[in-house]
Every structure is written in structure tokens, then in C-alpha cells.
């Protein structure tokens, strides 16, 4: 290798994808080699346990308490990238489909969206980020159109604070924050142009949303998730949380050792869902194909088969790992707890895509 060669020579460079869910957070590292995303590392660690609660409990930690965490889980899971992308939770976020008025003019249009979407947000536009995406015809029609569909998506200033400061807390670089649901879309999502509900079951709450042609048509939250399951299995068994989850993660939803009626817990996500799933369908006069779980609440045992018999239609469970390059005899492994890992793996992908 002459000098110049060794100097710009690109060196494989590894990239990092941060999930801070209310239960646990998730790191994803990944580096691009001849086109492919090569896993290199992950790992998840229990926030429960750095905030008085048990593991698998959702929490509400200071921005200093998850630093601690994610400093640990960056040891733990021997990560050497600095460059990330992070999460945004659903929950601090505000997704508004609108329909406005449509200007040819790029800049035109930008404005009125802009000013329109003053309209949509309740909250002082001063203490929100606002970001757009106009939706791409289905139906490209000949005559001039007058109006466009816009996604407008604000997060709370404090939010992104909280996050801005957990990042440089652990000593590393965030050239994006995404709200969870787009880097889910991402990294299980292949679908191009039938739409498909994803339930990301995670631990005090799920999220409900339609994706069609890669662009949410439809989102919703319900304070129910699988938290729920071990406190109900708790109460009614009078054993430890400790010892609730790991009874609920051996037994599932079905057969003889499901204790605490899991089953109550996801009639009530479900039920959330057919509705979220029938509103779409009767305003957009096209019917969801298929339902994809995800979220550690989708791992549940004999989950999929029952989801299946409530929807009558396709249900899949999420393989976000599939997207990267590991080992074979890995492979088992990571279908197993790849669903907890949908959000990192979409973010570590966007983050490949700036190399
Ligand atoms: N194998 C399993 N079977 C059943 N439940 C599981 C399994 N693995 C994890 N869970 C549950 O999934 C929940 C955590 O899911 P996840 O990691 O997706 O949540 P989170 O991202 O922290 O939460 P949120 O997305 O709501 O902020 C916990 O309640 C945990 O007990
Ligand atoms: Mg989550």
C-alpha cells in the first residue's frame, strides 16, 4: 500500500443504533462491508434495576440514570462505535396525517405547510421540533391536483434534551434522533404496496400502526403491554415480578402453564388493534394483508398462532436481523430476540446508509 493509499484508504467503519424503550435499552452495531450490514454486536440491559424497579417493568429514569445504563450496556456488549442514531419513544411524539393545499413551488409549499401545521399541533410551536413528509400519490392522476397529503410529526423540545444529553453523557455522536416506529418500518417492513398493521408490543404500552407503501397511514398507542402480564401473573400466583416474568416468558400465552390469563391482556391489545385495523380499512377502502409482531412482548410463546385465529389474516413474526450479516449458527438466536431488537437494528441501518 503506497501512502496515499493508506490514507484514504476507508476504513470499515462501525456504526451504532440506540433504542431507549421505557423497559430496557438496545444497542445495535453494525459496519458495511461489499454492500452488506455486518452485525458486529448488540446488546440489551433492564433500566428496572437502575430505577427501583424490577427487570422487564417499564421505568421513567433521569437523563444521568440512563447515561449510567447505556455506559454499561456500551461495556458489556464490547461496542467501539461512537456514531449513532437514537430513538425517539412513540409516546413523546405527535403523528398527524393532514391533508393541505398544493403549491407546484417546493418553497411555496413548504410554507403553507409549515404555517398550516400550527392548526394540528397543540402545543406552542417554540417547544417542538416539526418535521414533514409528503405522502406520494397512489395514482398519479393527469389532472391537476389541488390538494397533497403530509405527515406532520412534532417531538417535544425537552424530549430530544433528555436524549441530546444521554448521548454525550456516554461519549458518543448522534447525527439522528427517529421517532421508534420509522426505524421499525425499516428494518422489518418489505411490504411495497399492500399495507400491513405492526404491533410492537413492548412493555407498558403497544403501538398500532399501518404502513402503506413504507409510509404510516394510520398510528396509535395503548397503555397495555407486557408488563401487565407478569404483574397479573404475580398477583394471582402471589410470587415475585422477578419470578412473574420469568414464569410468563416460559409458559406463553397458551396451554397448561399460561398463569395469570395472559390471554386478557392480549384480547385487550387486540381488541385496540381490530379497531385501529377496521378504521383503516373503511376510510381508505382497502383491507390490511397482513400483521406483523414485534416488541419483546411479541417473542410471547404460541403469540403468533393465536393472533392468527383472533385476525384471520396473515400474522409474521418481525426478523429485523435477517437485514444484517451474522454467523449461521447464530441465526437461531437472533430470530428468537430480534423483535426486542427492531427499533436498534432500523436505526443502526439509517446510520449505515451516511457512510
Ligand atoms: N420471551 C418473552 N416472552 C414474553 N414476554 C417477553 C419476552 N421477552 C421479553 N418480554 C417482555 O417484553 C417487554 C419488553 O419489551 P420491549 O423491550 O420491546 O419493551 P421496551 O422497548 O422497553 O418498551 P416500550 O417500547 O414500550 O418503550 C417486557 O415486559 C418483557 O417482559
Ligand atoms: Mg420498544
Not at 490514507?7 to 462491508?33: C, T
Not at 393541505?100 to 421540533?129: C, F, G, H, N, W
Request: net charge negative.
Amino acid at each position: 500500500m503506497s501512502f496515499f493509499d493508506s490514507l484514504f484508504a476507508k476504513k470499515p467503519e462501525s456504526v451504532l443504533g440506540i433504542d431507549i424503550g421505557s423497559s430496557s435499552l438496545k444497542v445495535v452495531q453494525l459496519r458495511k462491508q461489499g454492500g452488506k450490514a455486518i452485525l458486529e454486536t448488540y446488546g440489551e440491559l433492564a433500566l428496572g434495576p437502575y430505577g427501583g424497579a424490577e427487570v422487564g417493568q417499564a421505568t421513567n429514569l433521569s437523563s444521568e440514570q440512563i447515561t449510567e445504563t447505556l455506559k454499561d450496556l456500551l461495556r458489556e456488549a464490547k461496542v467501539t462505535a461512537k456514531g449513532c442514531g437514537v430513538s425517539i419513544p412513540f409516546a413523546r411524539s405527535l403523528l398527524s396525517l393532514v391533508t393541505l393545499p398544493y403549491r407546484k413551488d417546493k418553497a411555496e409549499q413548504k410554507t403553507i405547510i409549515e404555517l398550516e401545521a400550527r392548526k394540528y399541533i397543540p402545543v406552542p410551536m417554540s417547544e417542538v421540533q416539526l418535521d414533514w413528509f409528503i405522502i406520494p400519490e397512489t395514482e398519479p392522476s393527469e389532472k391537476e391536483k389541488d390538494t397533497v397529503d403530509v405527515l406532520l410529526v412534532a417531538v417535544h423540545n425537552d424530549e430530544l434534551t433528555l436524549l441530546q444529553n444521554v448521548v454525550s453523557g456516554a461519549g458518543l455522536a448522534a447525527s439522528f434522533y427517529e421517532i421508534e416506529i420509522f426505524s421499525t418500518i425499516r428494518a422489518v417492513v418489505d411490504e411495497p404496496l399492500r399495507p400491513v398493521m405492526v404491533l410492537d408490543i413492548g412493555a407498558a404500552s403497544t403501538k398500532i400502526y399501518v404502513v402503506e407503501r413504507g409510509v404510516v397511514a394510520l398510528s396509535h398507542s395503548v397503555a397495555v403491554g407486557s408488563q401487565d402480564i407478569t404483574r397479573a401473573i404475580a398477583v394471582s400466583s402471589g410470587v415475585s415480578l422477578t419470578r412473574a416474568e420469568a414464569v410468563k416468558k416460559e409458559a406463553g400465552i397458551e396451554g397448561e402453564e399460561a398463569q395469570g390469563h395472559p390471554e386478557l391482556v392480549f384480547s385487550r391489545i387486540f381488541s385496540e388493534a381490530r379497531r385501529v385495523l377496521t378504521q383503516y380499512e373503511t376510510s381508505h377502502n382497502k383491507s390490511v394483508t397482513s400483521i406483523m409482531l414485534t416488541g419483546g412482548g411479541g417473542v410471547t410463546k404460541s403469540l403468533g398462532a393465536y393472533a392468527k385465529k383472533t385476525f384471520s389474516i396473515d400474522v409474521r413474526l418481525a426478523d429485523p436481523f435477517a437485514k444484517t450479516e451474522a454467523p449461521a449458527f447464530m441465526r437461531p438466536v437472533l430470530e428468537e430476540i430480534g423483535p426486542e431488537f427492531a427499533v436498534a437494528v432500523g436505526l443502526a441501518l439509517r446510520k449505515l446508509e451516511e457512510i
